[in-house]
T-cell receptor, first 115, second 111 residues
Framework: KAGVTQTPRYLIKTRGQQVTLSCSPI?????VSWYQQTPGQGLQFLFE???????NKGNFPGRFSGRQFSNSRSEMNVSTLELGDSALYLC??????????????FGSGTQLSVL | GQNIDQPTEMTATEGAIVQINCTYQ??????LFWYQQHAGEAPTFLSY????GLEEKGRFSSFLSRSKGYSYLLLKELQMKDSASYLC????????????FGTGTQLKVEL
C-alpha cells in the first residue's frame, strides 16, 4: 500500500505570491489533516478534511485554505505569502473521522521557502 | 488552551536506557501519541495511550498518568538509529483527528 504522497517536495516562492500544495492520502483513507512545522513552534494544526468537508480548523489566518476532492486527495493554498510562512508543510491521513486510536500517517512534507 | 511541554534536547549512550518526559495541560483529554521523526523525514507513529499505565512495544514503552497530566517514552537498548526527534501529541474529545503537538525532544545517541 502506497504511503501519503505530497508534492512538490521543495518549493521556493517570493513574498506576495500564492502557492498550492498537494496531498494524496493512503488508499481508503478519508481523513486528511495539514500541519505546519517550524523549528521554533513545532507542528501546528492547520485544518482537517473528511469526505470533502472541513471538520476542524486551527488558528491560522484566512490566507491559509484547503479543500478535499471526492477521491480524498487534498490541496492547501496559501495566498499573499509572507516570510514567516517558510516551513515544512505536512499532510497526514487517517482511515477514521474520529479519534478512536486511529493513528495518523504522515507524508514527507513540502518544504516551502519564501524569499 | 492546551499546553504541552517536553525537553528540547537529550543525549544518551548507545545501549543505555533513556526516558523522555511530556507534561500536558488540556481540557477534554482523549489520548496521547508519541511520534518519531528523523531529520528530513515524515513523523512515524510509535505509541498511543488513553488509559493510565504502561504500554510496551519492543524496545519502546510509553506511560500515561491522566491525573498528573504526564507521560513518558522509554527507549531501551539504545541504537544509533534512535537519534531523532520525539514528538508528544495530545488528542482531545470531539477534536476529530486534530493533534496538538509539543515542540519535540531531539535525542542524540552517542557511542
Amino acid at each position: 500500500k502506497a504511503g501519503v504522497t505530497q508534492t512538490p517536495r521543495y518549493l521556493i516562492k517570493t513574498r506576495g505570491q500564492q502557492v498550492t500544495l498537494s496531498c494524496s492520502p493512503i488508499s481508503g483513507h478519508r481523513s486528511v489533516s495539514w500541519y505546519q512545522q517550524t523549528p521554533g513552534q513545532g507542528l501546528q494544526f492547520l485544518f482537517e478534511y473528511f469526505s470533502e468537508t472541513q471538520r476542524n480548523k486551527g488558528n491560522f489566518p484566512g490566507r491559509f485554505s484547503g479543500r478535499q476532492f471526492s477521491n480524498s486527495r487534498s490541496e492547501m493554498n496559501v495566498s499573499t505569502l509572507e516570510l514567516g510562512d517558510s516551513a515544512l508543510y505536512l499532510c497526514a491521513s487517517s482511515s477514521s473521522a474520529t479519534n478512536r486510536r486511529e493513528k495518523l500517517f504522515f507524508g514527507s512534507g513540502t518544504q516551502l521557502s519564501v524569499l | 488552551g492546551q499546553n504541552i511541554d517536553q525537553p528540547t534536547e537529550m543525549t544518551a549512550t548507545e545501549g543505555a536506557i533513556v526516558q523522555i518526559n511530556c507534561t500536558y495541560q488540556t481540557s477534554g483529554f482523549n489520548g496521547l501519541f508519541w511520534y518519531q521523526q528523523h531529520a528530513g523525514e515524515a513523523p512515524t507513529f510509535l505509541s498511543y495511550n488513553v488509559l493510565d499505565g504502561l504500554e510496551e512495544k519492543g524496545r519502546f514503552s510509553s506511560f500515561l498518568s491522566r491525573s498528573k497530566g504526564y507521560s513518558y517514552l522509554l527507549l531501551k537498548e539504545l541504537q544509533m538509529k534512535d537519534s531523532a526527534s520525539y514528538l508528544c501529541a495530545v488528542i482531545l474529545t470531539g477534536g476529530g483527528n486534530k493533534l496538538t503537538f509539543g515542540t519535540g525532544t531531539q535525542l542524540k545517541v552517542e557511542l
